[in-house]
């Protein structure tokens, strides 16, 4: 197994690596939507999603892969009903339509930081 980090994503919590590489894959520990001094960023569940998936993107980057390579995601929301649409709205724009990753999308009581949406995935190395 090999320890991913990179300084151009947010920190990791030191409970946690960014990811970590094993047998040809890269799994990506949860996002969340904040920024560097750990702030949920303004703007709800897109504006969380959105950062949460390009933070994942800088990992993936630094791991040999991308966001194309993502093989299944799992997300996380605090409230499903109120957030799963606009959250699908972003997370739509960053992948291929014709070559979606496989997902999970759960409901939970709570994430960290207040956030509204947490994303983990697990990729190929390019």
Do not use: W
């Not at 990791?12 to 939507?33: E, K, T, W």
């Not at 969380?48 to 993107?57: C, D, I, K, P, V």
């Not at 791991?63 to 409230?79: C, F, M, P, Q, T």
């Not at 992948?95 to 949406?117: E, H, N, Y």
């Amino acid at each position: 197994m090999k320890v991913v980090f990179t300084e151009d994503a947010l920190p990791a919590l030191p409970v946690f690596s960014q990811a970590m590489i094993s047998q040809g894959r890269v799994y990506v520990s949860g996002n969340i939507g904040c920024t560097r001094d750990f702030k949920i960023v303004s703007g709800g569940v897109q504006a969380q999603t959105r950062a949460a998936l390009e933070n994942m993107s800088v990992v993936l980057k630094a791991a040999g892969s991308g966001l194309e390579h993502i093989v299944k995601a799992n997300v996380y929301l605090r409230d499903m009903d109120r957030d799963f649409q606009p959250m699908n709205e972003i997370y739509a724009q960053f992948f291929d339509k014709d070559c979606m990753p496989a997902r999970t999308c759960i409901g939970v009581a709570t994430l960290p930081m207040g956030a509204d949406v947490e994303i983990e995935c697990m990729a190929e190395i390019a």
